[in-house]
């Protein structure tokens, strides 16, 4: 005499992941309760979420904001290190492409901003500010030290968008600031063309200065670094305080921008407008000077 075992239904006893019904998912989710497998797990504070689960907390968890709108970012500051790297990649491409050919198309000089020589070429007022002297090594080294110490502080303060945007405005305004306070283009004359992330670096200062003012703290080392760096460009040739002091008065616009906006869900709409208006600015005080000349 026989005895049958009755079979088990395997789909009763044995959970599958609803992600992918053919794996077993012996764990379940502490938030919905449905099984995960291994690639559909996530750590939790205890135990295991599902990622549908996680993605739905991200979704409707509102993202922390600095004290000036920006969003509040852990790890390395990644626009600082960005920056950097494309320096040094344009630096190396200076010495590989012959015939200084990158100085050659993205430098920047007084004629380009005029349409009046047939060279109107104003993006070289950003673009020269990834470019260095390549006869001074020092040009680089120290433009990218001075941005590596105030973009960590200043990149998570502000958050990466507001922060590139200041360093971007402010290398704008270094050029702008060249332009002003440089004689015109004499047709005939040899081409005095300006590189490097100075005019950049001291929109850094600027709004470093406007940030630390805003936030109550001590601001005197800070002028001393920048009459220091300011008088080094009035005393060594060749060096553009123009872009330097241009570059200054941008950056500190953009941050009192960033720094004096109310607090509020408009906060970053009038900060993107108060920015806008800054690049109009520099935009209109370019066109007055070369309508001038």
């Known amino acids: 005499m026989s005895y049958g075992i ?27 309760g449905r099984p995960a497998c291994p690639d559909c797990q ?4 205890v135990g295991f979420q599902c990622v549908d689960c996680v993605n ?21 500051p990644v626009v600082t290190y960005t920056l950097i790297a ?25 004629v380009y901003a005029s349409p009046e020589y047939g ?16 006869g001074f090594i020092l040009h680089i080294v120290l433009n990218m030290y001075m941005l ?17 945007a200041v360093y971007l405005l402010s290398a704008l305004g270094g050029s702008v600031g060249y332009l002003l306070l440089t004689p015109a283009y004499v047709p005939g004359q040899p ?35 920048i009459i220091i760096n300011g008088v080094i460009g009035f005393v060594v040739p060749s060096i553009a305080w123009q872009a330097h002091l241009g570059g200054a008065v941008t950056g500190a616009l953009c941050a009192a921008v960033l720094a ?19 690049l109009v600015l520099l935009i209109a005080v370019s066109a007055l000077r070369v309508a001038s000349t």
């Open 119 to 134: 060279v109107f070429e104003p993006w070289r007022m950003v673009t020269s500010a990834f470019l260095h002297s390549q």
């Open 191 to 225: 081409l005095s063309g300006v590189v490097g992330a100075s005019g950049a670096i001291f929109g850094l200062f600027g709004a470093m200065l406007v940030v630390q003012r805003r936030r109550g703290g001590d601001t005197r080392q800070l002028w001393v670094l």
């Open 148 to 164: 590596w110490m105030f973009g960590q502080a200043l990149e998570p303060l502000l958050g990466r968008i507001r922060f590139l």
């Open 86 to 110: 494309l320096c040094a990649l344009v630096f190396v491409f200076q010495w590989l492409i012959p015939n200084d050919g990158i100085y050659q198309n993205l430098a920047f000089a007084t």
């Open 56 to 76: 739905e907390t991200k979704r409707t968890t509102p993202d922390v904001k600095t004290v000036y709108g920006g969003t509040v970012t852990t790890g390395k």
């Open 6 to 32: 009755p079979a088990a239904e395997p789909s009763a006893q044995i959970p599958v992941c609803p992600r992918h019904p053919d794996r077993p998912a012996y764990v379940r989710c502490q938030r919905c």
């Open 42 to 45: 996530r750590a939790a504070a």
């Open 260 to 278: 004096y906006t109310p607090r509020g869900p408009r906060q970053g709409l009038l900060q993107a407008g108060g920015l806008v208006l800054v």
